[in-house]
């Protein structure tokens, strides 16, 4: 399948072009990862009012059915990333799975339901005593508290200079969380304080192993996605083909270098799984 033509663009390594050939060959045993925010919905403001792309929904109806599986992995909540972006009772998507706070939480479309662990205790103290400590650190002004369930997450988008705030925000916040038994996952202008044991890569390696799959692809866009990619490379590592792409490649220079595709944020993301769903074999004929 590899030396035929198709109108999808060419990853830029050798392994990249060996995954998507996989994937392109068996597309029934093929999984595709996808983060949430900045993969399938644009960068905004305020993070509650995240939607997924308007073509994102119609494009994974497409593809679905002509994979093996599709897997939206995410640090927000599972039923918050299912609602954010349109997944529930949508024709192609009866399969869909979505792995929330890190693979903490499971949400499948075949029931509609999402299965969680008990709340870690770190979060609940964390949480509370938060308030107190960013004003007591002078970061209150332009910073605020998302309350994410089984996390808690510091923003500083909305700061006179986010990156300043980040910065200075990271080395107290990385206390905070040790003192609680959490792990601090920076991310883009945000600080996320969560428990520990699960990440993109744990959640997604996982995965792949439950559904037995002969390559993946995966895409996303930030810090929290270096996981899933060295799940990817540890995957190619034991013989199964995978392909990462990174979506938007200012940002994340970490992530973009490690790639072996580079698209311009959502939208390219969207006509990049819209044209896989094109060239692939409907499903009753793969």
Do not use: N
């Not at 900045?38 to 593809?63: K, M, N």
């Not at 205790?121 to 960013?134: K, N, T, Y």
């Not at 990385?174 to 038994?181: E, F, I, K, S, V």
């Not at 304080?193 to 890569?201: A, E, F, N, S, V």
């Amino acid at each position: 399948m590899g030396s035929q033509p198709h109108s999808l663009p060419t990853p830029v390594t050798d392994a990249g072009r060996e995954g998507l050939d996989a994937l392109l060959r068996e597309p029934r045993r093929a999984v595709i990862g996808l983060d949430f925010d900045g993969t399938l919905a644009d960068i905004v403001p305020d993070p509650e009012q995240a939607r997924a792309h308007p073509g994102a929904v119609p494009a994974l109806s497409a593809l679905a059915p002509c994979v093996g599986s599709v897997a939206v992995i995410t640090g927000r909540p599972a039923g918050v990333a299912v609602r954010y972006g349109g997944f529930a009772g949508v024709p192609g998507l009866e399969h869909l799975v979505v792995l929330g706070h890190y693979g903490a939480e499971r949400w499948d479309a075949v029931s509609g339901t999402v299965r969680a662990p008990a709340p870690h205790p770190g979060v609940a103290a964390a949480r509370a005593e938060l308030p107190g400590f960013l004003e007591s650190i002078g970061a209150w002004r332009g910073t605020w508290i998302e309350e994410k369930g089984q996390a808690v997450a510091v923003h500083t988008r909305r700061a006179s200079d986010p990156q300043a705030a980040f910065e200075a925000l990271r080395e107290p916040l990385a206390a905070l969380a040790t003192r609680h038994g959490l792990l601090l996952e920076p991310g883009r202008a945000v600080l996320e304080l969560r428990p520990p044991g699960m990440d993109k890569g744990v959640a997604l390696a996982e995965y792949v192993r439950e559904v037995e799959a002969g390559s993946v692809l995966y895409a996303g866009d930030d810090l929290g996605d270096l996981a899933a990619f060295a799940a990817v490379e540890k995957l190619r590592s034991d013989g199964v083909p995978g392909l990462l792409v990174c979506s938007g490649s200012g940002e994340v220079p970490e992530l973009a270098e490690r790639a072996d595709l580079l698209v311009p944020g959502p939208s390219a993301v969207v006509d990049f799984l819209s044209g896989l769903a094109q060239v692939l074999p409907p499903p009753a004929a793969a």
